[in-house]
């Protein structure tokens, strides 16, 4: 057992040798660069949120003619659009309206009210005015606001992300050349999510039957789209 050990030992030992040491690396010059885009386009779809509002003593009430006004905004609205436009409920409130008092005493409920706001999805522009029009016509009391956006945004967003690469790599290269240096390689590339600005558009007032006589103007206008990129390129000294 001795003898087995000290051979161990012995091995052991004569399997170290020295390690060679790493070569020292060379610190990277680099420089960082952010380039920003901008593209606008014409929107090809919008979105119109259509409310409606009622009062009643009664929060039932208040709810059933709610819901008789908003079932004939939705058969008017989709008359106006056809099966080609998108319906849906996006908020829905029943709440208690009160009457405050002075000298701090406790207010008084005086009634209820039920509020339904549907959002319009259509991406016929030109019937926005109609539908409008439409559900005014059929009880609609409100209209919240009218957002114009894209069908297809990825095509717009490729082409700002490409112009913001693009302005990023150009604003390295002249950094670079105004130092005396040369850009060797990008190192690293970031990017914040390209970034799709609505249009919205909202109607002064409510609009009702009475104004309704004349078509609801509307112009869509166009929408931009932005992106960053940030580079961080190497950079190495010009050959003399």
Known sequence: MRCLVAVLLAGAGAASPARAQP????????VRVTGD?????????????????????????????????????????????????DLKTISYSLNPTYQYHPKGEEPTITGYSAVNVVQVTLDDLARIGTVIDSATQAGANHVQGIQFTLRDQDAVRAEALRQAATRARAEAEVLAAALGLKVVRVLAVEENSPRVMPVRAYLGGQRTMATAAAPTPVEAGTL????????????SPTAR
Do not use: F, H, W, Y
């Not at 070569?23 to 680099?30: D, H, R």
């Not at 929107?43 to 039932?60: E, F, H, L, N, Y």
């Not at 931009?224 to 990129?229: G, H, K, L, N, S």
């Open 37 to 85: 885009a901008r593209v606008t386009a014409r929107p090809d779809r919008v979105q119109i949120d259509i409310g409606v509002t009622t009062r009643a003593a009664q929060s039932q009430e208040a709810a059933s003619q709610n819901a008789r006004q908003v079932d004939a905004v939705l058969a008017a609205v989709r008359k106006a659009t056809g099966p080609a436009a």
């Open 23 to 30: 070569a020292p690396v060379s610190p990277v010059s680099s």
């Open 224 to 235: 931009d789209v932005t992106a960053d990129v940030m580079l961080t390129v190497e950079v």
